[in-house]
């Protein structure tokens, strides 16, 4: 954070806009990450937890985002204060041979 604090610093004595996020690459998917349960009905849970310290909001950037028909995902706080969804298939975009990316909005919080 000190050297990120630093290049803000620099930027605004340069007359550059405010940084709006520093990008965290990671390749989290529903295969190698969180965490499925099962539910009584039958029905199936993926929870995941992302952190990251000191930030004053997220959001997520997909490289390939898709849900099935019925599907439902959201996206929320720990203390659920703020949440995002239900993103639905109706957020595909592309086809399920084309799968493309997609983004959320800004979930403040760490």
């Known amino acids: 954070m000190n050297r990120i ?60 985002f898709w849900i099935p028909e019925g599907g439902k995902f959201f996206i929320y706080t720990t203390d659920r204060k703020y949440s995002l969804g239900a993103f639905t298939s109706m957020n595909n975009k592309g086809g399920r041979d084309n799968v493309q990316g997609f983004a959320t909005g800004l979930l403040y919080g760490d």
Request: with cysteine; net charge negative.
């Open 5 to 64: 604090e630093q290049e803000d610093v620099q930027d605004e004595a340069n007359g550059l806009p405010p940084r709006f996020g520093y990008p965290h690459k990671v390749s989290l998917n529903l295969g190698n990450s969180g965490r499925w349960q099962e539910l009584s009905n039958g029905d199936r849970l993926w929870q995941l937890t992302i952190r990251c310290p000191q930030a004053l909001s997220i959001n997520l950037l997909y490289d390939r």
